[in-house]
């Protein structure tokens, strides 16, 4: 137990040491987090307060975009900690850290992950910063401002995660997406909701889908509906 209590502590010092190089502060913080740690938690919700502020900011760059990456792996992480959590008392702060990183649905690249990872329970509690950030993405792509990755499709993949939880709010976050966004990718993501959820908007949905997407979505949507038969 003491090694161990001396270990977190090392990530700790590294991961706070403004002397120490990024790529090691940035992988203290990931794994601090991976482990349900408090101070992994409390370091990704400082980050996603001051993204580009970060000092590991562009330590990691994703190779399909060139943006950075390491919100998309702290995602992950925080993903990954639910082991740990109820172990050492973090869930809080786990939910807390999964909220900050929604607020930055819209202006920070999350390799498709951040709709995949969160669970029902967090998405009731963050369904207002998801609302939000759908909100102010959409508002950016009917502005017609220059996007640095394949935004529409990260929103409708948080509007996927909302599914499960409540199927019309879903259609309806994915729908603003689609109405000035509809790329044969986010189309293809937007499918996910059909799988998840079911009742009326969720047929409505999937056969709006079927009117303006290609064979594979129209493919999907059927696989989607016979399964849920």
């Known amino acids: 137990m003491d090694q161990e209590r001396d270990r977190v502590a090392g990530l700790v010092r590294v991961m706070n040491d403004p002397g120490a190089p990024a790529m090691d502060r940035f992988l203290a913080c990931r794994d601090l987090t991976e482990e349900g740690e408090a101070a992994g938690f409390e370091a990704v919700i400082r980050a996603a307060g001051d993204p580009e502020g970060t000092p590991w900011y562009d330590f990691s760059i994703d190779r399909k975009f060139s943006v950075d ?3 998309s792996q ?3 992480a925080v993903d990954v900690s639910h082991y740990e959590v109820e172990e050492k008392g973090t869930a809080a702060l786990r939910e807390q850290a999964f909220r900050a990183l929604v607020r930055l649905a ?6 498709d992950r951040l709709g995949e990872m969160i669970d029902s329970a967090t998405v009731r509690a963050a369904l207002g910063e998801i609302k939000e950030a759908i ?3 959409v508002r950016a792509l009917a502005a017609g401002e220059k996007q640095r990755f ?3 499709t990260q929103l409708v993949d948080l509007a996927c995660a909302v599914a ?4 019309p709010t ?6 603003s997406v689609l109405r000035v966004s509809s790329s ?6 937007a499918v996910i909701i059909v799988y998840r959820a079911e009742g009326p908007e969720i047929r409505e949905f999937g056969e709006y889908l079927t009117t303006v997407g290609n064979e594979r979505v129209r493919t999907e949507v059927r696989e989607a509906f016979e399964g849920s038969q």
Do not use: I, K
């Not at 499960?164 to 199927?167: E, I, R, S, W």
């Not at 044969?184 to 993501?189: G, K, V, Y």
């Open 135 to 137: 909100g102010r993405g």
């Open 150 to 152: 394949d935004l529409a």
């Open 164 to 167: 499960p939880v409540d199927g």
């Open 69 to 71: 990456s390491t919100f």
């Open 74 to 76: 702290l995602a992950l």
């Open 106 to 111: 819209d202006t920070q690249y999350f390799e």
């Open 170 to 175: 879903s259609v309806e976050l994915a729908m």
């Open 184 to 189: 044969a990718r986010t189309l293809e993501h």
